[in-house]
């Protein structure tokens, strides 16, 4: 990167803990993002405009209509083209700051791609909506060391903690053990303004900010703000000794087993298949192959098409997501059907 032009910064740098030397620190900073759906879109909209230098967009989805109520960097567009969320992120944050590096990734984060997607990063924003995912960026930080930033939002309330390995606690200090599937409330079953999600994702942003400059107080606690009840709270989260993961040193979800495996997305009435290995699929030739299917679409992203009251999305890396069902089952032999396992 040659000169920047720091100009556009000039408000920021105004503020006297920034200034042009913090400014210059988040310029060097780099910072993943993992998912970029309501709170994910929130956060990588703050940090490229105040201009982190990399920033790296992580997705395994699409954009859809449900979505554009509170995921404000993504458009009617979007939707009609059937883009993944990390490209049309990315598209649309180019246009915002063409100065910083943004580097999408479309993939599901798992335990075989993880480590090798935040190994180059400063910091770590989740901005996924399940608790797998949030274990596993717990362990992947412990083991690299990185610092994350978990956030949540459902219904009218959000939360927001910050997470450095060897200060404090850790994610799995408050659970030990990952809720099992279908205990916790989620966006499908509850619901979610849209308000609240861009409250406290930007509050997580606003922490990144001071994390990567290094100015202002870190939160230590576990944030919750409840727009119905009007309050802001920040509980103590208490570092356990026994915890598997900072105190035993385990990482249950880093080293989970791996293989094919199908997933209900919660609540959606569809299912993720994911494929284990680095596979590249050629889907201009699978499509050809194709026989009775409809409204078979084709792009560099992605292969859709419906049959039988299913719509079946084919991802390049093997990966697949299948709406219609909830029942793995049933997507796997769809899938071994068309794809072939
Ligand atoms: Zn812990």
Redesign the pocket.
């Given at each position: 990167m040659g000169e920047v032009d720091l100009s556009r910064y000039q408000r920021q740098m105004i503020f006297r803990e920034m200034g042009e030397e913090g400014q210059k620190k988040l310029l060097a900073a780099r910072v993943a993002i993992v998912g970029t759906g309501a709170t994910g879109s929130t956060i990588a909209n703050w940090l490229v405009r105040a201009g982190v230098g990399y920033v790296r967009l992580i997705d395994r989805d699409f954009v859809e209509l449900h979505n554009l109520h509170r995921q404000g960097i993504y458009d009617e567009e979007d939707v009609r083209r059937g883009t993944p969320k990390a490209v049309a992120a990315a598209e649309h944050l180019r246009r915002v700051n063409s100065d910083i590096t943004i580097e999408p990734v479309v993939a599901d984060f798992n335990p075989e791609n993880a480590e090798e997607l935040v190994h180059d990063v400063d910091l770590i924003m989740d901005g996924s909506d399940n608790f797998f995912t949030r274990y596993l960026i717990n362990d992947v930080s412990l083991k690299l060391g990185k610092p994350w930033i978990y956030t949540g939002a459902i219904a009218a309330y959000g939360s927001s903690a910050t997470f450095i390995p060897g200060d404090g606690?850790?994610y799995?200090?408050i659970f030990a053990e990952m809720p099992p599937p279908g205990a916790g409330e989620t966006c499908e079953t509850v619901g979610v303004i849209g308000p609240v999600v861009g409250v406290i994702a930007s509050y997580s942003a606003g922490e990144a900010m001071k994390l990567l400059v290094g100015m202002g107080k870190r939160n230590k606690g576990l944030v919750y703000f409840d727009l119905m009840e009007n309050t802001w709270d920040v509980f103590d989260i208490p570092?356990?000794p026994d915890?598997p993961?900072?105190?035993l040193g385990r990482y249950d979800f880093l080293n989970a087993e791996v293989g094919t495996w199908a997933t209900s997305l919660c609540g959606r009435n569809a299912v993720q298949i994911v494929v284990s290995g680095r596979h590249r699929l050629d889907l201009e030739g699978l499509a050809n192959r194709l026989q009775g299917v409809r409204d078979l679409h084709v792009n560099q992203y992605l292969m859709r098409f419906r049959v039988n009251g299913y719509e079946v999305s084919i991802f390049p890396d093997g990966r697949a997501i299948i709406k219609g069902t909830s029942d793995p089952d049933v997507a796997k032999s769809l899938y071994a059907r068309y794809v072939g396992i």
């Open positions: 606690p850790c799995r200090c570092k356990r915890c993961a900072c105190g």
